[in-house]
T-cell receptor, first 115, second 116 residues
C-alpha cells in the first residue's frame, strides 16, 4: 500500500507563473488536508477536502489559491500568479473518513521556489 | 484560537542519553488530541506519539513517552536512549475535535541533534 504521494518534490516557478501541486492520498482515503510550511516554521493548515467537496478552507489565502479533490485523480493545490512569499514546502495528509485523530499520513511535501 | 508553543528552538543530547522536549498549548476546549511529529532532513512528517485529552495515562511508544499535564496545558516529549537517527525537527501539534474539520495546529518546532 503506497503512502501519500506528492509531486513534484521540487518546483521552481518565476514570479507571475502558475504552480500546480498534486497529492494522491493513500488507497481507500477520501479526505485530504493541505498544509504550508514556511522556512523555520511549523506547518499551517490551509484547506480540508473530501472527494468533490471543500469542507474547510479557513486557512487558504483569499486570492490566487485554490484546491480541488475530484472524484477521480489526485487532489490539486493551485497557486496562480506566484510571488516570492509563496516559496514554501507544501504538505498534504490523507485519512479515512475524518479519522485524523487516529493517525495522519503525510506526504513528503513539495518544495516550491519562486524566483 | 488554539496556539501551540515550543520554547526550545534547538536542543542537543549525547547518544544513549535522555532528552525532554517541551510543549505548551492554549485552548478552551475539553476534548482534543495532542501529537508529536518528527521531521528528518527528508522532510517526511512522521507521527511519533499521540495523546487523547480525556485519558489521564501518559502515552508511550517504545523509547518515546509523554508527560501530559492537562491543567497546566503542557505536553512534553521524553526520548530515552537517544539514537543518531533521532536527529530531526520535532513538532508538537494540537487537534481540536469540536471544530468539525479536525485540522492540526503545529508549534514552530525544536531542532534536536543527537551527538555520537
Amino acid at each position: 500500500n503506497a503512502g501519500v504521494m506528492q509531486n513534484p518534490r521540487h518546483l521552481v516557478r518565476r514570479r507571475g507563473q502558475e504552480a500546480r501541486l498534486r497529492c494522491s492520498p493513500m488507497k481507500g482515503h477520501s479526505h485530504v488536508y493541505w498544509y504550508r510550511q514556511l522556512p523555520e516554521e511549523g506547518l499551517k493548515f490551509m484547506v480540508y477536502l473530501q472527494k468533490e467537496n471543500i469542507i474547510d478552507e479557513s486557512g487558504m489565502p483569499k486570492e490566487r489559491f485554490s484546491a480541488e479533490f475530484p472524484k477521480e485523480g489526485p487532489s490539486i493545490l493551485r497557486i496562480q500568479q506566484v510571488v516570492r512569499g509563496d516559496s514554501a514546502a507544501y504538505f498534504c495528509a490523507s485519512c479515512q473518513a475524518r479519522r485524523m485523530n487516529t493517525e495522519a499520513f503525510f506526504g513528503q511535501g513539495t518544495r516550491l521556489t519562486v524566483v | 484560537a488554539q496556539t501551540v508553543t515550543q520554547s526550545q528552538p534547538e536542543m542537543s543530547v549525547q547518544e544513549a542519553e535522555t532528552v525532554t522536549l517541551s510543549c505548551t498549548y492554549d485552548t478552551s476546549e475539553n476534548n482534543y488530541y495532542l501529537f508529536w511529529y518528527k521531521q528528518p532532513p527528508s522532510r517526511q512528517m512522521i507521527l511519533v506519539i499521540r495523546q487523547e485529552a480525556y485519558k489521564q495515562q501518559n502515552a508511550t511508544e517504545n523509547r518515546f513517552s509523554v508527560n501530559f499535564q492537562k491543567a497546566a496545558k503542557s505536553f512534553s516529549l521524553k526520548i530515552s536512549d537517544s539514537q543518531l537517527g533521532d536527529t530531526a525537527m520535532y513538532f508538537c501539534a494540537f487537534m481540536d475535535l469540536t471544530g468539525g474539520s479536525e485540522k492540526l495546529v503545529f508549534g514552530k518546532g525544536t531542532k534536536l541533534t543527537v551527538n555520537p
